[in-house]
């Protein structure tokens, strides 16, 4: 009894501070705040900065997984705290920990000539360091999961190592492959203290989402951060059903995903 | 015939030491021990699936010690089957033979020969997920037979099964070699299978062959 009424508290609090940013806002809030072009310009960044993210989070995360799951070397404990490391840094530190990278010599010399800080690569930068390691995670969890008999029956019916992992490895790691990625986007598109720390809150050049609802809160527009904040909301909730979706296989299905 | 001389094979801290034995062609051995004698880890050194620390393997007169598993020649079928959950059977089937690059009508005519005799015709289309314990198993046979193999290696195949479905895979073992010749290698835990399928059998005991029964 004692805790169902805790868990009911906790989940009426959940829907509620959903529910209080759907009665405070209108349809007309909603609208006009779309109509914006600062917010529009914020959602195309962030859409974009969030899926260049994935893409490279995938692309880091999917060798570093299976590295980490299948081989056994030297130092391999000591990588696997290090990559934990994003995930339990406070977002605010990995920010400064970035600018003051960037102000080392060889990574002033670079931005001379591809600038990074303060610009649109610093917030991608700012979202794949957390994002990755989420995936990283992730991807490793199922490559363990995965039987590594499907891989050597491969190599027996004579595919080489490279031929087992994209023909067999990668196809069975389907689902956590896009579990990863919805992962690692939705983490990206909430991304907020690295990005305001590296690369500033500057309104139609590194704003994104996060940062216009920081934005249009300091100049006292609660109803326009509030819609942004419903977008991100809905955006949300559209990813956790895929990853719920994703992440159950269906044993009664005839066909996988 | 396989031929293992002095064969040292690694798995983890467990060592299985100068291993020498021969298997005739054609034959059908059964390798049997106790859990941790090393049966497995002697099955995946001869298909190519753990470094051979010391020794040499050869498959008829080719020394396969050194080559990857997929030139030795060799079917596999472990336990679980291990299908691919992503492939249907008639995928499953032609697999093996899509990376040899057969023509699609090679492979067409060779997946329907196989599905008939291994009754899975009706179950092309499935996915495993679809197939009962028997089926899976049929599937996973059918796709290790499928590039015609000289060597047929099974890791208990039947161990998971029930015991009319052991008896069908059994005779489909048996029509195996009947139609095909091929040499196979039968890890098993199971007396009866090994009696009924057998004409073999070989102990490992203390990390050696120990005891030899030739079935007439």
């Known amino acids: 009894m004692g805790l169902s009424l805790l868990s009911g508290t906790y989940v009426v609090l959940l829907l509620a501070m959903i529910g209080a940013d759907f009665f405070y806002t209108t349809p007309g809030h909603l609208w006009r705040a779309l109509g914006s072009p600062e917010i529009r310009y914020a959602i195309r960044l962030s859409l974009l900065s969030c899926s260049l993210t994935t893409l490279l989070s995938l692309w880091v995360a999917v060798p570093m997984g299976y590295l980490m799951s299948r081989r056994r070397f030297p130092g391999r404990a000591l990588l696997d705290a290090l990559l934990d490391i994003p995930i339990v840094l406070p977002p605010l530190v990995i920010g400064l920990s970035l600018l003051i990278l960037f102000q080392s010599p060889p990574l002033r010399a670079l931005e001379r000539i591809f600038p990074v800080t303060y610009a649109i690569p610093s917030i991608i930068l700012a979202q794949f360091m957390v994002a990755c390691a989420f995936a990283v995670r992730t991807l490793r969890t199922t490559f363990d999961e995965l039987n590594p008999r499907q891989e050597q029956v491969a190599l027996t019916l004579g595919c080489n190592r490279s031929q087992a992992f994209w023909r067999v490895v990668l196809p069975s790691a389907r689902r956590g492959i896009l579990t990863a990625a919805t992962l690692a986007w939705a983490r990206s598109l909430g991304e907020f203290g690295p990005i305001l720390v590296f690369s500033g809150a500057t309104r139609m050049k590194t704003e994104v989402l996060p940062t216009t609802v920081f934005l249009e809160l300091s100049v006292g527009n609660l109803e326009a951060a509030v819609a942004v904040s419903l977008l991100m909301v809905g955006a949300a909730v559209g990813v956790l059903l895929l990853i719920r979706h994703c992440g159950r296989p269906d044993p009664t299905s005839l066909h996988p995903l | ?216």
């Open chain 2, 1 to 216: 015939m396989i031929t293992l001389h002095q064969v040292t094979l690694v798995a983890g801290s467990f060592v299985l030491r100068d291993v020498s034995l021969e298997i005739p062609a054609g034959s059908h051995t059964v390798l049997m021990g106790r859990t941790g004698s090393g049966k497995t880890t002697l099955l995946e050194g001869i298909c190519g699936l753990r470094p051979v620390q010391s020794g040499t393997i050869r498959i008829g007169s080719v020394d396969v010690t050194l080559l990857p598993p997929g030139q030795r020649g060799i079917g596999f079928v472990p336990q679980d089957g291990a299908l691919f959950d992503f492939l249907t059977v008639r995928q499953q089937l032609s697999f093996a033979l899509d990376l040899r690059a057969w023509s699609a009508e090679r492979q067409k005519m060779r997946v329907q020969t196989l599905a008939a005799w291994l009754g899975l015709t009706s179950l092309l289309d499935r996915y495993p997920q679809g197939l009962s314990g028997g089926e899976r198993q049929r599937v996973a046979l059918g796709r290790a037979l499928s590039f015609q193999p000289t060597v047929l290696c099974l890791d208990e195949p039947l161990s998971a099964l029930d015991d009319d479905t052991r008896s069908e895979v059994c005779a489909i073992l048996k029509e195996v070699r009947a139609r095909t010749g091929i040499t196979l290698l039968h890890i098993t835990h199971n007396r009866f299978e090994a009696d009924r399928l057998a004409d073999r059998i070989l102990f490992l005991r203390d990390g050696h062959i120990e005891h030899l029964t030739q079935h007439s």
